[in-house]
């Protein structure tokens, strides 16, 4: 009896680490570092400039109007019938808002909830690298084994005859993103097509991460899997109101996809996050019914990469193309021997400009001196980091 209360009180606290590979996101680490080093943030992903005032009123008034309590699990339903005339108007997609959609915190949450509810010890799920950096923890909490296909350097086009080739008969899905983070690269016609021809007549499902979809530059057009009928029936297609309404710290977002597909959803949802913020989702339901508040984001962005492209030329960076998302690649090659990591950290401290090493977006640390700066910021801002990192000599 004594022995064994002994032993009992001799055991250590044990955690089996599900995440072994995982450290802090790089995200947390950066803008910890630009907040030590009093950096400009162009780390990570988020607008410094502010969001449409009536939006803002719209949440103000639904909480004095007493929308404070639980929201329907699955989303307001007017926020649903919003989000439903939305892609129809804008994607000619025919979506049910009872069965087909629900309101997430985040596009994150969307992709997590989307990968837990498919994933099987032992499935395979294909995704692109680099890598937004969540994708390879949300498979491998799950049990599930990443295959990761690189996307071709410098063009980060996609090699869909190695994507071919690395389906085996555990592939369960293949995660897509489009405008692509941390590139900038779009989704083309004969990617949809090559996609089509890899999934049509398998049990492969498609995670499609678009949170960037409104986000989209040079006369380019967003590609999403709402507009393929034959691709959506496999297909859960997720979507952020942070991105579009300029509110990342609002954690709102949402995913479609078919009926039968989003019943397995809702079962993790459910248990989890249960449902979102009610006031946010009665503001968004009538904000979204004003098409103006995003048609001419592309536009507005896009003047916001240029103006950081031609500040950036005085610079010996070299620019990479990026067509959409909130984020510009500069290589720098042949002006530091550090390894990404190093020469972020190195800026951060130094220059006083934060960015994003790319490497962190590669399970294997892939490092072609190639760093992502975030230009969804006030002019003022981007014109101050460019004089710091002239001042710094490069
Ligand atoms: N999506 C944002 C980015 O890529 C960051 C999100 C986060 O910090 N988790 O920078």
Redesign the pocket.
Known sequence: MEKAARRFRMQELFIHDKLPHVGT?I??RMSALAAQYKAINL????PDFPMDEQLVELVCKAMRDGYNQYAHMNGLPALRESIAEKVAAGYKANINPDSEITVTPGG?YAIFTALTAIIQPGDEVILFEPA?D?YLPNIEINGGIAIPVALSYPSYEINWQEVKEKITTRTKAIIINSPH??TGKVLQDVDIEALRNIVTGTGIFIISDEVYEHLIFDGQTHRSMLCYPDLLERSFVCFSFGKTYHC?GWKMGYCIAPAKLMGYFRKVHQFNCFTCNSPVQVALAEFLKHPDSYASLGVFLQGKRDYFLMLMKQTAFKPLPSSGS?FQLYSFEGMSESSEADYAEALTREAGVAS?PVSAFYRDGTDHKVLRF?FAKKESTLAAAVERLKAYGI
């Open positions: 996101t995200f947390t780390g990570q992903g988020f994150t937004y969540s983070n941390p990342t909130y994003i975030c």
